[in-house]
């Protein structure tokens, strides 16, 4: 899978890393996808079914004959990528410096059904503002790294790494790359690592990024959860999004699954099809499945960004060539926690919301939430893979997010 330079030794050792999948695997995959068993087609003229069988025939159709991993292969190979152990786990990540010496060291953590191709459009952004419309005092050294499980770092083979101890782990990856003062950032499941980070406050920490906040109050949080009418007394900004947290509650059914049995997804680790199925199939913000976007034509769009089917593609034979279908889904069992609840984080918190968010934390709760919030801004565009949706924008909210503890 991969290739390294000359390797150093010892238990903090850093080594280089070079994606190189052999052409085998990528045969291997599109004969896999042309053998597909498929299903008669869903009964309804809706997506309320699942993915559409000719949404799914058609992405197939175009993965088994003109989508081209090498060019994926050749972006990812294009940024400095490295592993090292951390806690017995040998932790894939990209490490980018900036050209300006000053620049701000971050930690940016992706989150599920995604990976760190879902940063890939921000880092040059981020460690070279001035050719993307700012200026050298924002810039960012970055580090993005693939969580246990996921892309090319390690699989745990015992329980326990949940958030918490990923947030443990990026603090130690920071102090070996020599960081003695850095930032985090995190959407999905890297928001609850950032959320997680923020309570440990590990020495260096200056602050944290979110762009899915945790800011619901208790009794909001109780509500929405057993489907029962709001708290009284809701401002109109928070009675909506207690209406938008009852339909994200409603149609989650992929999560609930991989918290209770991950290990019975034996068919994403069989099949392509039912991998790309699987990946694709959750909520977007106007209550349709992902993969109702994905047209026949070459793009895959939504309200709130816009990818094309190749990036796509990308993610999900990232997946499929690293076998995490399973390990990915994992994380969802080991979390024990709230998803949004407050969760009492007190070091500088920035909060970015987006229009397509799962739900979108009003300021009053994001206050009560992050009592040291430094940066609050509702952007008119993007959703919940925020970076990869809209990276120009997002780089831009990291910039102002961060400026004050420079």
């Known amino acids: 899978m991969s290739l390294t330079a000359e390797k150093p ?15 085998e695997q990528v045969t291997d995959l599109r004969r896999r996808i042309a053998a597909t068993q498929w299903p008669e087609a869903e009964t309804v003229s809706d997506h309320s079914q699942g993915v559409p069988l000719a949404v799914m025939q058609e992405l197939a159709r175009h993965w088994a004959t003109d989508y081209d991993w090498r060019a ?16 017995g786990l040998e932790i894939h990540f990209i490490h980018a410096r900036s050209r300006h010496e000053d620049a701000l060291p971050i930690v940016v953590n992706h989150g599920w059904p995604g990976s760190v191709i879902e940063q890939l459009k921000i880092v040059d952004r981020l460690t070279d503002p001035t050719a993307h419309g700012g200026s050298a005092a924002d810039a960012f050294h970055v580090v993005v790294p693939s969580m246990p499980g996921y892309g090319f770092s390690a699989k745990p083979t015992s329980t326990g790494w949940g958030p918490e101890r990923m947030a443990r782990a990026w603090a130690d990856l920071m102090q070996r ?22 309570l440990q406050a590990p020495e260096g920490l200056l602050a944290v990024h979110t762009n899915m ?15 029962q009418p ?20 409603g149609q989650v059914e992929y999560a609930r699954y991989m918290a209770a049995r991950p290990q019975t997804l034996y068919g994403i680790a069989d099949s392509p099809v039912g991998l790309a199925a699987w990946l694709l199939d ?27 089917r190749d990036e796509v593609l990308d993610n999900i034979t990232l997946y499929w060539l690293t076998n995490t279908g399973v390990s990915a889904s994992r994380l969802y069992w080991e979390y024990r926690g709230g998803f949004f609840d407050a969760k009492g ?17 009003p300021r009053s709760w994001t206050e009560q939430a992050y009592p040291n919030l430094i940066h609050y801004n509702r952007v008119d565009r993007g959703g919940h893979f925020a970076a990869w949706e809209q990276p120009q924008l997002f ?9 004050s503890v420079r």
């Not at 030794?9 to 052409?23: Q, S």
């Not at 050749?74 to 152990?85: M, S």
């Open 230 to 249: 709001p708290p009284a007394g809701l401002s109109a900004e928070e009675q909506r999004a207690y209406e938008q947290l009852i339909r994200t509650f």
């Open 72 to 87: 994926c292969e050749a972006r990812l190979n294009a940024l400095p990528q490295f592993t090292t152990e951390i806690d």
């Open 395 to 403: 780089a831009e909210e990291l910039r102002a997010a961060f400026r």
């Open 177 to 198: 790359l020599g960081y003695p003062r850095y930032v985090a950032q995190g959407g999905d499941w890297g928001a609850f690592v950032v959320d997680q980070m923020g």
């Open 282 to 308: 959750h909520n977007d913000a106007d209550g349709q499945p992902a993969a109702a976007v994905v047209t026949a034509l070459d793009r895959h769009t939504s309200t709130t960004g816009e990818l094309t």
């Open 213 to 227: 906040p945790a800011t619901v109050p208790a009794d909001v949080n109780a509500a929405a959860l057993a489907g």
């Open 345 to 361: 984080v007190s070091i500088p918190v920035a909060v970015t919301v987006s229009p397509g968010e799962q739900y979108e934390a």
């Open 9 to 23: 030794t010892g238990a903090t050792a850093i080594r280089p890393f070079h994606v190189d999948v052999p052409e």
